[in-house]
Nanobody, 115 residues
Framework: QVQLVESGGGLVQPGGSLRLSCAAS????????MSWHRQAPGKQRELVAV???????NYADSVKGRFTISRDNAKNTAYLQMNSLKPEDTAVYYC?????????WGQGTQVTVSA
């Protein structure tokens, strides 16, 4: 089983950057695909980026070229580097670990992009 704790959210001006971290417990983190999702007020949760256990990445069109997902299996941590942030990136960001039918979510971290 994997437990996830996100950190790194906050308030940033448009054009700024933030790096989110998702720390996982458990010794089999490396076997899980990791992803970041976000949910803005009044909207459905949406997939932002995913990285497989082997390191293959995919991104939502809205963040391609601006966000980078990565993982450090030695530290049991996944990251989301967010650059050129826009007000529409404002949301609660959640990380997810999935392996087969086993899925775990973190508690979320707020990202607010505002002048």
């Amino acid at each position: 089983q994997v437990q996830l704790v996100e950190s790194g959210g906050g308030l940033v001006q448009p054009g700024g950057s933030l790096r989110l971290s998702c720390a996982a417990s458990g010794s089999i983190f490396r076997l899980f695909a990791m992803s970041w999702h976000r949910q803005a007020p009044g909207k459905q949760r949406e997939l932002v980026a995913v990285i497989s256990s082997g390191g293959t990445t995919n991104y939502a069109d809205s963040v391609k070229g601006r966000f980078t997902i990565s993982r450090d299996n030695a530290k049991n941590t996944a990251y989301l580097q967010m650059n050129s942030l826009k007000p529409e990136d404002t949301a609660v960001y959640y990380c997810n670990a999935i392996r087969g039918t086993h899925s775990e979510w973190g508690q979320g971290t707020q990202v607010t992009v505002s002048a």
